[in-house]
């Protein structure tokens, strides 16, 4: 019998440490960012003006929903209420799949006034190449994060339906919500670093 | 009545779970360790090959069987393959994963599935790395640091060694975060902390540091495969970047790295030496407590590699005093064992002598290190020869000289049969003989100013290279010996008892082998692990 093995806290305490490598990988770029902010600081400030606040707004609301979102779903599915938890995890699926179209757009607008790498825009000067290039690649592995997580919901939404995950045994859905609140808090510090950084 | 799991040997098929599939989607626990145990006796073959070859290239100035290209792609390979494939997983992925529930009294780690997917994991990044050999624009050229701008620059197969890397530092992060669980919440209810195995403590801070460097170093290799495929330029000087970013992260993982490599071998020969001096460890609490203290102080020293970088006096005084800090609980390790041998009744089996050639060979790369940490003097030295043999007496002598002795000493255990010990006792010889032999002279020809990864050099350091071949020859002897000694008993009767060298920690408590299903109850009692009053043989 498998059920009498179950560690939950064993569960909660790997998801923690999973998260904080996770937080110890952006602290790397984090780290790249303060030194070039340092070392550029006009450029960067420049570079904050090309971009979009209310796209960066915009998705900065969609995201704390989303979060609030799961949160309710976890408590839904604690109080056994299966079919409230299902939609609310699904309208977070929606709103990362909001977010992720958003930032289709953004990027291709960028795209299209030539900002991507290797342009003769970004090339203008070393500051500014580094300026974007650090949003590309962080708002590129942020967005890669918000795929998994939702991902990851999805597989949680499978295996509530299955009846594997369930009002006394909802380890996996409040891990999987934990990993969203980490794509959350992972934006909530990049979008100051490059939207409001002017 | 027990179940067939409890009975049979976890090596023999299980009724109706048997073949291939039965070993590599095991979820259990010893079954994942014998499968890293057998992947990285593969890739140190390869490593050992690779080394073998430079080594014949070196006895001579100018092109002796290779040309410059090749010789580059070699110390690149030979360093990536041992270094990422054969040392960091050694000792904690094969015997941490065979011994670790054992020793605490566990059923298995906590995440049993998560366990065979790192070691898929593992295994796809090994056949990465040998695939980017024969893929691409030819086998990377850029030495195992992947120093940019040059790695961001050649032509040669670096993306896909970087995304191997890549593979290989989730796959470590995944196998540390499951030790650090599992040593939290599945310890015998008995098991305190004051009595954990030391093996096991090392195993704890070294899954630490795995979890806590290894996403750096992750993070920091995607951004060459990155710069390589968009040309982004983070580290790229022309674009606006900084080379010196590159090593600072590189290094942040690299050097902590070291310590997963050394730590997990300092908790195999803590469990060796009091097992065979017939008493308990001194310094039980000095020892456990300095392998949180190396993996701590390791974490601050890593730009120690950058002295000659361009860094500020500041900083190089800063990491060079850092770097001091760390001797002091490795030389609180070294001394105990020292302290633990003396008036012991020794037994002198093959596992004691590898326990005390990691002692003398690790303390000779050891205080070569202070040289190196030592900033005035390190510019001397620094990429010279010096270097080449400070590391290898570290990690050849010392994590290889650990795995050599975690083979002798669980051997028997794992397979319930005795190796050859006359043989055992020759291949040590012959290995301290020809390392020293082959590593030595590298000292002397690196004061000499001898620099590293060069494949010509002057007929003034010829002597010394010379040596230094002949002396690759007799360790190759002393393996094939060693691997011979071994292996031509692991056919014939399973004859060892539980426990033949009359050792006090948990796993000498099961059968050899143990059976596929062990401590579905944990154990009633809990013993100390080094107290060995009442403790009988059982050959």
Not at chain 1, 108 to 116: E, F, L, Q, R, V
Not at chain 1, 172 to 195: A, S, T
Not at chain 2, 53 to 72: D, V
Not at chain 2, 400 to 422: E, N, Q, S, T, V
Request: contains cysteine; hydrophobic residues 50%; glycine residues 10%.
């Amino acid at each position: 019998m498998p059920e009498q093995h179950k560690d939950y806290l064993g569960d909660k305490f790997g998801m923690w440490l999973f998260l904080f490598t996770e937080i110890l990988l952006f602290g790397g770029l984090f780290l790249l960012y303060a030194i070039f902010l340092h070392r550029y600081p006009a450029e960067f400030h420049q570079g904050g003006l090309e971009l979009s606040r209310v796209f960066g707004a915009a998705n900065t609301v969609v995201l704390i929903t989303s979060s609030f979102t799961v949160a309710l779903a976890i408590s839904a599915l604690q109080q056994g209420r299966r079919g409230l938890c299902q939609a609310l995890l699904a309208a977070t699926i929606v709103l990362a799949g909001v977010f992720m179209v958003n930032k289709y757009f953004e990027w291709s607008t960028k795209i299209a006034h030539g900002i991507y790498p290797g342009s003769s825009e970004m090339a203008q000067s070393g500051g500014t190449n580094i300026f974007f290039g650090l949003y590309y690649v962080m708002t590129g592995a942020h967005g890669l994060h918000v795929v998994i997580g939702a991902t990851v919901l999805a597989f949680c939404m499978l295996r509530i339906a299955q009846g594997r995950v369930t009002a006394e045994d909802f380890g996996l859905l409040e891990n999987g919500g934990l990993y969203w609140h980490l794509v959350d808090l992972v934006w909530i510090f990049l979008f100051p670093l490059f939207y409001l950084i002017s | 009545m027990p179940s067939p799991g409890e009975t049979v040997p976890f090596l023999d098929p299980l009724p109706g779970r048997s073949g291939l599939t039965s070993w590599i989607f095991s979820t259990d626990h010893k079954r994942i360790g014998m499968l890293y145990l057998w992947c990285i006796l593969t890739m140190f073959a390869v490593g050992v090959v690779i080394g073998v070859l430079m080594r014949l290239e070196l006895i001579a100035p100018g092109r002796t069987i290779m040309g410059a290209q090749t010789y580059n792609a070699m110390f690149t390979l030979h360093g990536v393959v041992m270094i990422f494939l054969f040392v960091i997983p050694g000792i904690p992925a094969a015997f941490g994963n065979i011994l670790l529930p054992l020793q605490i009294g566990a059923e298995d780690v906590s995440f049993p599935r998560l366990n065979i997917f790192s070691w898929w994991l593992y295994l796809t990044g090994a056949v990465l790395a040998v695939t980017s050999l024969f893929t691409g624009g030819g086998p990377p050229d850029t030495g195992w640091t992947f120093y940019v701008p040059f790695s961001e620059r050649t032509t040669t197969n670096v993306s896909l060694a970087v995304v191997a890397v890549f593979i290989l530092g989730f796959s470590s992060i995944l196998t540390g975060l499951n030790f650090i669980t599992t040593i939290h919440r599945l310890r015998a209810p008995k098991m305190s902390w004051g009595k954990l195995p030391l093996f096991v403590w090392s195993l704890y801070a070294t899954a630490w540091i795995q979890l806590l460097a290894t996403p750096v170093l992750g993070v920091t290799v995607a951004l060459v495969f990155i710069e390589r495929l968009l040309g982004i330029g983070l580290f790229d000087p022309a674009k606006g970047g900084d080379p010196l970013l590159y090593q600072h992260l590189f290094w942040i993982y690299s050097h902590p790295a070291v310590y997963i490599m050394i730590v997990p071998a300092m908790g195999v020969v803590s469990d060796i030496i009091p097992a065979f001096a017939r008493k308990s460890i001194f310094g039980y609490k000095a020892i456990a407590v300095s392998s949180l203290a190396i993996a701590f102080a390791g974490s601050l020293v890593w730009a120690h590699h950058m002295f000659t970088s361009g860094m500020s006096d500041t900083a190089v005084l800063v990491f060079s005093f850092l770097t001091f800090v760390v001797a002091i609980p490795s030389a609180v390790k070294v001394f105990n064992w020292v302290a633990t041998l003396y008036k012991g009744s020794i037994h002198l089996e093959p596992p004691l002598l590898f326990a005390l050639g990691f002692i003398f060979l690790f303390s000779a790369g050891g205080l070569t290190g202070l040289v190196l940490g030592s900033a005035g003097t390190d510019i001397h030295v620094h990429d010279t020869y010096f270097v080449v043999a400070h590391f290898h007496y570290v990690i050849f002598g010392g994590t290889g000289f650990g795995l050599f002795a975690a083979m002798h000493f669980w051997f028997p255990k794992i397979f319930g049969r005795m190796y050859d010990r006359k043989l055992a006792n020759a291949s040590w010889y012959l290995l301290v003989g020809g390392f020293n032999m082959l590593y030595f002279p590298m000292f002397l020809i690196g004061l000499m100013g001898m620099p590293r990864r060069y494949y010509d050099y002057l007929p003034m350091y010829q002597t010394g290279h010379i040596i230094s071949t002949v002396g690759s020859w007799v360790l190759v002897a002393g393996l094939v010996t060693m691997f011979w000694g071994l292996s031509k008993c692991l056919r014939g009767p399973r004859t060892v008892g539980r426990n033949p060298w009359g050792a006090a920690t948990l796993e000498w408590t099961l059968p050899s082998p143990p059976p596929h299903l062990t401590f579905l109850d944990p154990p009633d009692e809990v013993p100390s692990p080094y107290s060995y009053a009442g403790v009988k043989r059982d050959a």
